[in-house]
């Protein structure tokens, strides 16, 4: 009990709870702050003695406890200073996005294909799909053009022409071929139309189009994908960079209106050939049409301009059979050609016959990559 008195003397805070209490329980205010041993102070029926011993461990515990305190003020200066360090994440994840599929393949060791964080010019943070392989990769998912409903004619997902109906009164459609406006999502790429906003802030040199099943999953793109193909003459560069300034200030898509065809540029084939996109075709446009190519901005015999004929220069006038994008009015018993896909479907529904596609034509999209 002594010794207990004692250590209460240098300690207080340490042993009100070990003493009977003899008043109301609020009358010692402790908290078990340190923990003495118990047998360190006892046992020794000399009293001076015990002191000592005490003072001793309270020392011990005092010189302990400095140095606990100088090793935590050294781990925060540490903790500071690599903080401090601007410790850089991998380009292309969420805290580090890149500017486009190509900047990551030429900064980032053995990149795979797959979903990166892209930033735009504007600094808006998005996810796209990258190939990393294909001709050396770097190829960045941008758009693409999906038909949900070939009857519904400029109706509810035919963003690439018109949403609003046939009409004369909006010669540009919905205009997405040359603003700033964006939807979709990269995993719904083939299950609905998809624009994120490296379309219009990548500045690009080549394309690269992708003929994949409709509703085919993310991580099936590619291998379903039965036509690939890339532009390599760098031609955008010539455009401003991108399909959206080719669009926008070269090639405007504007019924009867415009500045004529744009370009038709050569294609090297990835995956599939001329041959393989010649039997999908629909039979009559093969004596109008080119295998080889991706041709921008086509008009047809009643001046409504096709945004793009995915592997071919079209040389005639029956454009709305073979190329997709446009304004909103199709005059040839309109509203029958308003549409993504126009009149891919003018013989029947996939019937391949006359001048309709194929059934597999017209249930794809055209994915659209950058590099
Ligand atoms: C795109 O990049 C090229 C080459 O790096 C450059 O010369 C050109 O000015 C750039 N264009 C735009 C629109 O930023
Ligand atoms: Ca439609
Ligand atoms: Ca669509």
Avoid at 16 to 38: H, L, T, W
Avoid at 308 to 330: D, F, R, S, T
Avoid at 354 to 361: A, D, F, N
Wanted: overall charge negative.
């Amino acid at each position: 009990m002594v010794v207990l008195l004692l250590l209460c003397v240098v300690l207080p805070l340490t042993c009100g709870q070990q003493e009977e209490s003899s008043g109301p329980a609020d009358r010692f205010v402790c908290s078990p702050v340190i923990n003495i041993p118990k047998q360190t102070c006892s046992g020794h029926d000399d009293n001076s003695e015990s002191l000592d011993t005490c003072l001793n461990t309270i020392e011990d515990l005092e010189r302990h406890l400095d140095k606990e305190k100088k090793r935590i003020a050294d781990l925060e200066q540490r903790f500071a200073s690599l903080e401090g360090q601007q410790l850089k994440a991998k380009l292309g994840t969420a805290a580090n996005p890149g500017l486009s599929c190509k900047e990551i393949k030429d900064t980032v060791d053995q990149a795979q294909d797959g979903l990166y964080h892209l930033r735009s010019q504007e600094g808006i943070v998005y996810q796209t799909y990258c190939d990393m392989t294909t001709a050396d990769g770097g190829w960045t998912l941008v758009s693409s053009v999906h038909e949900n409903d070939i009857y519904g004619k400029c109706t509810t997902g035919d963003r690439w022409s018109s949403t609003r109906g046939s009409t004369t009164n909006y010669p540009e459609g919905d205009g997405n071929w040359a603003n700033f406006y964006t939807f979709g999502s990269v995993q719904l790429a083939t299950y609905d139309d998809l624009k994120n906003p490296g379309y219009f802030s990548i500045n690009a040199s080549d394309v690269m189009l992708w003929h994949v099943p409709n509703n085919t999953p993310l991580f099936q793109y590619k291998s379903a994908a039965y036509l690939r193909y890339y532009t390599t003459d760098g031609f955008l560069q010539q455009y401003g960079g991108s399909l959206y300034s080719l669009f926008k200030d070269h090639f405007p898509i504007v019924y009867n209106g415009g500045t004529g065809n744009g370009p038709a540029i050569p294609i090297t084939w990835d995956n599939g050939n001329d041959d393989l996109l010649k039997s999908l075709l629909a039979p009559n446009v093969l004596s109008e049409a080119t295998p080889g190519f991706v041709h921008f901005c086509v008009f047809n015999n009643e001046k409504a301009p096709h945004a793009v004929c995915p592997g071919l220069k079209y040389n005639g006038g029956n454009v709305e059979h073979a190329c997709i994008g446009g304004a909103a009015y199709w005059a040839e018993l309109a509203p029958r050609q308003c549409g993504d896909f126009a009149g891919k479907d003018w013989s029947g529904y996939g019937t391949h016959t006359g001048w309709s596609s194929s059934l597999l034509e017209l249930e794809s999209a055209i994915l659209f990559f950058y590099r």
